[in-house]
């Protein structure tokens, strides 16, 4: 019957029998592709006279015609009520899910567009496919490290699936995430993530290729040879960690001992079949020239020249923290803000990269030592500008005046990429200047080096971006801790270094294809089209003197 001729019905009919006319000519519209007829058949409609089984389409229907109208808000609504409305076995609930999928694709919320197609897998009212996983698998790739970690521990009926994308996320190597995938299969048999699996999954069953004999190149004579060493330590440290008994054996080679060219030729007749390093910039360039036929990943970034085909890059680029920060302060809503950095190389590089990507108003200060900072905080919170007009004011009216100089009342928040000691003056400098009551957010420098007796005492409230191994605690990391003395250091990072180059040479084949993020200890690793990989980091405050993980709390949507 169509759709005009249900609503002549419809019109003549009473209660019951009019409401469930008029959806069926909705229905009869939908089917015709028309969601003005949609809207005009669902507005006759008495929801008090429609039977309870019939709500949740009725509100699903609704909301198809607010998707096709644009009204995410109605769409919500709408989706709202059909979920509350729903009953067991009500043969829309696929349906249902699919919508709430798509409204939440819409809004950019990969969580509730994941969660919403696992509950119409749970629903069991349509015949799954490969192409359902991949899309629930592809959405929990688009989720950062530590609220992935966070909805692994939740209770509720989506936790399995976040469980294993957490698992296999953070493991050592291919071997351990092979053993996680297992367990969590033997935890959770039959599971319907597995009927069929995602791609990934089968990839990392099936995955035949990784090294066999690494070359790990590293400078360890010269003005370099701490940072080698350290690098190597770690690197060490997390091949002798790993349990896998057909893991790779590991060659290491001295960079400084012999011309780049001749100590590559000599790898590949070792029967090397990968390289980790080398790991100053001017080597990463010069083995780049090399166009090396074997997998590299280097252990710093090129300068502005594109990778040759085999080579991957892995370090501790300031710019990731700078990074980190900008998405930070844009999630906090912060429109205008003061950036403060010392003369050091890595601080001026840090706060070009916030300046550079950061789309509101933004006040950049410099300083160019200790005695320099008072000043320079000053002059960025115009209190300088504030005196002068006072004094000018002083001069033309001839006689003594009171004032209080006053700082600008503009800024959300403030930013400094500064050295512990550098930290510990800005403080004062800030409250000197009536600047103490903003939000400041640092980098993982102003914890480094907090041995001395003042230490991180008064910088109370800085929250700070920095490695999961500083914030996050795990067996390996305790270790690692013990057997070296690692401490708020500068060589601390390098250690991790290796250790994360371990990890990425095991698993990059993977990184490279269908799986990719890594939850590392350096930071959270995906990597870009230069292969190069980038680093988000976690975000600890200060508390009592002591650097603390930030709780994550997992905004849940509206309704939904």
């Not at 006319?21 to 008495?46: K, T």
């Not at 809503?333 to 950095?341: E, K, P, Q, T, Y």
């Not at 003056?425 to 600047?435: E, I, Q, R, S, T």
Request: charged share 20%.
């Amino acid at each position: 019957m169509g759709a005009d001729t249900l609503m002549r019905r419809a019109s003549r009919a009473q209660g019951a029998e009019a409401a469930q006319l008029y959806l069926q000519a909705a229905q009869a519209f939908r089917l015709a592709d028309d969601p003005d007829g949609m809207d005009q058949a669902l507005s006759q409609i008495d929801t008090a006279a429609l039977p309870a089984p019939l709500h949740s389409f009725y509100y699903l229907l609704r909301s198809e015609v607010a998707f096709a109208h644009n009204d995410w808000l109605a769409a919500q609504s709408a989706l709202t009520r059909a979920t509350n409305t729903l009953q067991r076995g009500d043969p829309h609930t696929a349906e249902l899910y699919a919508h709430i999928a798509s409204l939440c694709m819409q809004r950019n919320d990969p969580i509730c567009a994941a969660n919403a197609l696992i509950d119409q897998s749970l629903a069991g009212e349509a015949q799954l496919t490969s192409a359902h996983n991949d899309q629930i698998w592809h959405l929990m790739d688009q989720v950062s490290g530590t609220i992935l970690t966070s909805l692994a521990g939740e209770s509720d009926r989506h936790a399995a699936w976040w469980q294993l994308k957490a698992r296999l996320s953070s493991s050592f190597s291919i071997a351990e995430q092979r053993r996680r995938l297992a367990q969590w299969n033997a935890d959770f048999p039959d599971h319907p993530l597995l009927n069929p699996p995602p791609q990934a999954l089968d990839t990392l069953v099936a995955l035949a290729w990784k090294p066999r004999q690494i070359a790990l190149i590293l400078p360890l004579q010269g003005v370099f040879a701490n940072a080698g060493k350290s690098v190597r330590d770690g690197f060490i440290s997390a091949y002798l960690y790993d349990t896998d008994p057909d893991k790779p054996t590991v060659r290491i080679y001295d960079s400084q001992a012999e011309p780049l060219p001749l100590l590559y030729e000599r790898v590949l007749n070792d029967g090397c079949d990968m390289i980790v390093g080398p790991l100053t910039k001017t080597m990463v360039d010069a083995f780049n020239d090399l166009n090396p036929e074997i997998p590299v990943l280097a252990l710093n970034y090129l300068d502005g020249n594109v990778a040759a085909a085999n080579l991957k890059q892995l370090g501790l680029a300031i710019e990731d923290e700078a990074e980190t920060v900008v998405d930070r302060l844009l999630q906090s809503n912060a429109d205008s803000i003061l950036v403060l950095h010392s003369e050091a190389d890595w601080s001026r590089r840090a706060a070009e990269h916030v300046a550079a990507h950061w789309p509101y108003a933004i006040v950049t200060q410099g300083f160019k030592d200790l005695k320099t900072v008072t000043e320079a905080v000053g002059g960025a919170m115009l209190v300088d500008a504030s005196q002068d007009r006072f004094d000018a004011l002083q001069q033309l009216l001839g006689e003594d005046l009171e004032f209080l100089p006053r700082a600008r009342k503009d800024l959300d928040a403030v930013v400094v990429f500064v050295s512990n000691i550098e930290a510990n003056a800005v403080v004062p400098a800030l409250k000197y200047h009536f600047a103490d009551d903003l939000p400041v957010y640092a980098s993982s420098q102003v914890a480094r080096e907090a041995r001395s007796e003042i230490g991180l005492d008064i910088l109370g409230g800085f929250q700070i971006c920095d490695m999961p191994f500083n914030l996050l605690d795990s067996p390996f990391k305790k270790e690692l801790t013990q057997v070296f003395n690692l401490g708020a250091d500068n060589l601390t990072p390098l250690y991790v270094l290796g250790v994360d180059a371990y990890s990425v040479s095991n698993q990059l084949m993977l990184l490279t294809s269908d799986q990719p993020r890594l939850l590392a200890n350096t930071g959270e690793l995906t990597m870009n089209d230069q292969g190069q990989f980038r680093r988000e980091l976690v975000w600890g405050y200060i508390s009592q003197g002591e650097l603390r993980p930030v709780p994550v709390v997992v905004d849940q949507p509206i309704g939904l």
